[in-house]
């Protein structure tokens, strides 16, 4: 996925001038020292891709999967592992890109580039909107008497107030943010040992039969949410040292260490609630597992930890998208009147980010399943390209045409990409639905701006 991916977790701090710093293109900086290392990749890419994303859908896919949640996080790591070990390969080809949408323009033409960029493009735009469903959920059930969806909108205005008068996000309070959330997990697993049923640390509880498998995978189709952002770590490429090496293999790790604490934390809550038919409410069931683990206090922890997280997801979320809006406006790509217009004064995009906030009012419409399936409907259409990318790029130059190569750009790749078409095929049929019409949506745009397909497709901002 993007490196610029939206909805992960940041604070929020006032600058001057927003305009001038996000929606033109930054002035030539001098060359980074390469003082990174491997660890120091790893620990970014993990705090990048946000743990606590694990129970945003912990009660739909324990549901979705019969209780097999852990069985569905490792069914996801292995696809996971696959799709990371093939976005290693193109990082080390094109350590500056970083990109699907880059990937595929320079291995399919600018047309498959495009419509690659357009699936992006819906999880950018829904990547916000699962922030303030979960907001007005959580919030909900801790004032019962206000409703979500004055959550959700006085959400929605907040943070779309806060976007157009050039409120942006800071590194500090981001640390602390994703401290709590690291802290909150150690809390939460100690926590439940202590409560947890009898079945102690046998892994029948997590273990499914084999009557299980096919909600098993559509379950794992769900979580490719959880993994979004594990190539963020292409970002730090001129500060790290031997980067072709060393930044493929912390891509590598991170997926396997974030799919790892996310199998522990679905093992640590099905000890503790494995009759998840108990459930009152899918959507908050992570509320009820706090309720038994720690009773009011973790709950209340909990609540504020995963709500600031949520805020300043959806702060980054907005302004990451209407940053793409505003370039695609301004390259004439959409509506330049609309998406590519600045403010003379406050020197941001406000009607592209009014746009975005309107667009984000689907929320009062949606379920959190839809939402959740629908980022992972464009994920993975993201991750299948990557895949297909390596064997392109790899198997076109004849020093790889050997065994090894074959094996290695071939074989290794075209699992992958099966693995995620697997998945993606899993997904629901609303799901589909939707998704298809924005894929038909993104190409009837594509007929229109190369005069049905007789000129060059755009260049899309997508970095």
Not at 288 to 297: A, K
Request: proline residues 4%.
């Amino acid at each position: 996925m993007d490196n610029d991916r939206p909805g992960r977790t940041a604070s929020v701090a006032a600058t001057h001038d927003f305009g001038a710093q996000a929606y033109r293109s930054d002035p030539d900086e001098r060359r980074k020292p390469h003082v990174l290392g491997l660890s120091t990749l790893v620990i970014f890419g993990l705090a990048y891709m946000l743990p606590m994303t694990v129970f945003t859908t912990y009660g739909l896919v324990t549901s979705e999967t019969n209780g097999h949640l852990t069985a569905a996080y490792a069914v996801t790591l292995v696809a996971m592992l696959f799709t990371a070990r093939s976005y290693g390969h193109m990082a080390r080809l094109m350590p500056s890109a970083g990109s699907a949408y880059t990937f595929a323009s320079r291995n399919f033409g600018t047309s498959a580039g495009f419509m690659v960029g357009w699936a992006l493009l819906m999880d950018y735009l829904f990547i916000p909107m699962i922030s303030y469903l979960a907001i007005g959920i959580y919030m909900k059930q801790i004032c019962p008497g206000v409703p979500a969806s004055v959550w959700i909108v006085g959400s929605i205005a907040l943070v779309t107030g806060l976007n157009i008068v050039g409120i942006r996000l800071v590194n500090r309070v981001n640390l602390i943010l994703i401290a709590s959330q690291l802290v909150f997990i150690a809390i939460f697993v100690i926590a439940s040992t202590h409560v947890a049923t009898g079945e102690g640390l046998s892994m029948a509880i997590a273990l499914p039969s084999s009557g299980d498998a096919r909600a098993i995978f559509a379950g794992s189709a769900i979580l490719c949410l959880s993994f979004l952002g594990f190539d963020a770590v292409t970002t730090l490429s001129e500060e790290t040292r031997e980067p072709r090496r060393t930044v493929p293999r912390a891509i590598l790790l991170c997926t396997l260490a974030s799919g790892l604490l996310f199998m522990l934390i679905a093992y640590a809550g099905q000890r503790v609630f494995p009759d998840w038919h108990a459930f009152k409410d899918l959507d908050s069931a992570s509320l009820e597992l706090m309720g038994r683990v720690g009773g009011r206090t973790l709950s209340a922890f909990f609540v504020a930890v995963y709500v600031a997280g949520c805020f300043a997801s959806a702060m980054a979320g907005q302004a990451s998208v209407t940053r793409v809006l505003f370039a695609m406006g301004r390259d004439r790509v959409l509506p330049e009147r609309v998406f590519g217009h600045l403010h003379a004064r406050l020197r941001t995009p406000v009607r592209a980010t009014l746009a975005v906030g309107f667009v984000s009012l689907s929320a009062l419409f949606i379920t959190l399943d839809l939402a959740s399936t629908m980022i992972s409907f464009g994920a993975l259409v993201a991750f299948a390209v990557v895949n297909l990318c390596v064997m392109r790029s790899y198997l076109s130059r004849p020093e790889h045409r050997q065994a090894a190569g074959w094996i290695t750009f071939g074989l290794m790749p075209a699992v992958g990409f099966a693995m995620n078409v697997w998945l993606w095929a899993g997904l629901s049929r609303q799901t589909f639905y939707v998704g298809i019409g924005w894929l038909v949506l993104g190409l009837c745009q594509l007929a229109w701006l190369t005069r049905g397909f007789t000129r060059p497709a755009p260049t899309l901002s997508m970095n």
